[in-house]
């Protein structure tokens, strides 16, 4: 199994930054991709960024050029940059990891809110 432990959200002004980092742990070694999603209140769980262990990326349309993945392979750990926040930013941002001939695993999850 994985344990996965985020942190960085908080409260946010619009235009502001925040990076969040998800600290992965456990049968680690299958890993093939590390990402972030995000649940607003009333909506779906939607993907904002993936990085695979070659280092291919992708985002939402919603968060190009505004927000950045990268990874530490040796710190086990993932990041999410988010730069130029916008209150529809606003979610519960979850860290999700997935395995070959595995499930995916969650985070559980830190809240980000944007508002001045």
């Known amino acids: 199994q994985v344990q996965l432990v985020e942190s960085g959200g908080g409260l946010e002004q619009p235009g502001g930054s925040l990076r969040l980092s998800c600290l992965a742990s456990?049968?680690?070694?299958?890993?093939?991709?590390m990402g972030w999603y995000r649940q607003a209140p009333g909506k779906q769980r939607e993907l904002v960024a993936q990085i695979a262990n070659g280092g291919s990326t992708n985002y939402a349309d919603s968060v190009k050029g505004r927000f950045t993945i990268s990874r530490d392979n040796a710190k086990n750990t993932v990041y999410l940059q988010m730069n130029s926040l916008k209150p529809e930013d606003t979610a519960v941002y979850y860290c999700n990891v997935k395995r070959f001939g595995d499930m995916p695993y969650w985070g559980k999850g830190t809240l980000v809110t944007v508002s001045s």
């Open positions: 456990g049968s680690i070694s299958s890993i093939y991709a």
